[in-house]
């Protein structure tokens, strides 16, 4: 089946610590997304790479890095700068990066501090 | 930029009545509005989506509605059943930009009870 494989399901962090969240599609889509989630709150946007070897910031990409040397994958970094990482992060890709394109999730990391 | 609001932000019916979630816009230029579904520890579904050249559109039991005039658009769920109890998203996006620039309600959390 095709779709977008988000791992690990859960994870924690300790202080001072980097940890990447891994991000794989295999729907031969060319732009991909990583997303915030906070309780109550809609998605807000951290990166997004329109094509391989370029990416974007969003609107919340401080603390934040990301990869995308292979059309598939989208690793998502976050790194100790973050203060406030709890939450949960969508991965998300659609066929092109131009408007208009409906965009398909995986089903989430869950990040908490230890 | 573009800026969603979506109300209510919690909407409880019984089983079998309707429900709806309106969201408005402030982007004349967005063309493209998709609504989601997430249920607990998933990653958000396309469900339904609608374009600007369009002004009603419905599968099964759902339908959305826009009104490009007010900017106002919204889905409406018929003979509700529990297994349509999940948080709703609805979004918008300009056609003519890139992706990243699509703009998430905070979400309505829907409960349909038995």
């Known amino acids: 089946d095709g779709g977008i494989t988000q791992s690990p399901k859960y994870l924690f962090r300790k202080e001072g610590q980097n940890v990447t969240l891994s991000c794989e599609q295999n729907l031969n889509h060319d732009a991909m997304y990583w997303y915030r989630q906070d309780p109550g709150q809609g998605l807000r946007l951290i990166y997004y790479?329109?094509?391989?070897?370029?990416?974007q910031k969003g609107d919340i990409a401080e603390g934040y890095s990301v990869s995308r040397e292979k059309k598939e994958s989208f690793p998502l970094t976050v790194t100790s700068a973050q203060k406030n990482p709890t939450a949960f992060y969508l991965c998300a890709s659609s066929t092109t990066g131009q408007g208009g394109q409906p965009q398909h999730f995986g089903d989430g990391t869950r990040l908490s501090i230890l | 930029g573009e800026n969603v609001e979506q109300h209510p932000s919690t909407l409880s019916v019984q089983e079998g009545d309707s429900a709806v979630i309106k969201c408005t816009y402030s982007d004349s230029a967005s063309n493209y509005f998709p609504w989601y579904k997430q249920e607990l520890g998933k990653g958000p579904q396309l469900i339904i989506d609608?374009?600007?050249?369009?002004g009603e559109k419905k599968d099964q039991r759902i339908a959305v509605t826009l009104n490009k005039t007010a900017k106002h658009f919204s889905l409406h769920i018929t003979e509700t059943q529990p297994e349509d109890s999940a948080v709703y998203f609805c979004a918008a996006s300009p056609r003519f930009m890139n992706n990243n620039d699509m703009r998430f309600g905070a979400g309505t959390r829907l409960t349909v009870k038995p």
């Open positions: 790479s329109q094509i391989v070897n370029d990416f």
């Open positions: 609608i374009r600007s050249n369009v």
